[in-house]
């Protein structure tokens, strides 16, 4: 899992620690996610499946992408599609994926690099892989998040950022024994590259065996752990955790993980993603790639698709078909 490493970990700055009388998350729930299909048929993970809404917020849906090694000719992406009132966040770990969105958005992201969109009022966008990788094959492993928006920004201007993976904040722990990706937000010191509307963090880290991990968390952000590859567990409780699992945390001031002594061979370490903002609380009405907050918008949106009022590009895709409301 390359993503963004370094030779060296040591010559990281180190994440700020917690104070004496910070309190240690628990874990709510651990739930597993189960496996699928997307777009022209490449396999994920729904990270979030199962999960009320209100415990996730300000997020909405998250994919893990592979991880899957693609022969020739196998790699997958996505038609043309629309979508309405909220961000995606696509983060690549190996691979190269292409976008491009008909306000003049995208570009090709590769290993460690993050593409941001935010749909705002509507926007037809497309990923796919490059055809160069379509010929050749090879090994494909992202996540994709949707950051709800608030409904004062549910109908902004569409804005594309292309975060390289040079560009996020790297640290790591007073022993040297984790490596923090930070691509959005401020933890413990480290502040990421991403531009949010909805204050939020997001952090890749790769944990070596044994290694621990004390992360200061605001208080008013919520707290999600997902592991992408590996074992360990989390909380104070040291509730385990492995491959595809998503812990929920309660309130508190430290989100606490800690990798198993022994990993599988082909992935020596613990990789999480943890990620936690701050709840917007409002009304989420959900229907396909439409999040907004209430059905009428969401019908709405639908109609403005169909009518070219997003573009002339046909296609729409996502889940659920219905509408999902929440309050």
Known sequence: ????????????????????????????????????????????RRA??????????????????????YAPGEPKGTAWHPHRGFETVTYLLDGTFEHA???????????GDTQWMTAGGGVLHIEKPPESLVRSGGLFHGVQLWVNLP?????????????????????????AGVLLRVIAGDVG????????????????ATLAP???????????????????????????DHRPVRTGQLAVFGAGDVVTVTADVTQES?????????????????????GGPFVMNSRLEVIQAFEDFSAGRMGQIPAAHGAPEGVVESR
Do not use: C
């Open 189 to 204: 010191g480290l502040a990421g590259p991403g531009s949010t509307y909805t204050p939020m963090a997001m952090v890749h």
């Open 101 to 111: 969105d008909s306000h003049g958005g995208g570009g090709s992201i590769s290993n």
């Open 151 to 175: 409904r004062a920004q549910k109908w902004v201007d569409p804005r594309y950022q292309d975060l390289r993976g040079g560009e996020i904040a790297l640290g790591t722990t007073a022993d």
């Open 1 to 44: 899992m390359p993503a963004v490493s370094v030779d060296d970990v040591t010559t990281l700055p180190r994440v700020r620690g917690v104070a004496d009388d910070a309190v240690a998350r628990p874990v709510a729930s651990i739930v597993t996610a189960p496996q699928g299909y997307e777009g022209e048929g490449f396999p994920v």
């Open 266 to 286: 082909r992935s020596p370490e613990l990789d999480v993603l943890i990620l936690g903002g701050l709840p917007i609380r409002e009304p989420v009405a959900w």
């Open 48 to 69: 979030f499946a199962g999960v009320d809404l209100s415990l996730l917020d300000p997020f909405i849906h998250m994919d893990q992408m592979g991880e899957v090694e």
């Open 210 to 236: 044994t290694a621990r991990l004390e992360l200061p968390w605001r208080r008013d952000f919520n707290a999600l752990v997902y592991v992408l590859d590996g074992r360990g567990s989390v909380g104070p």
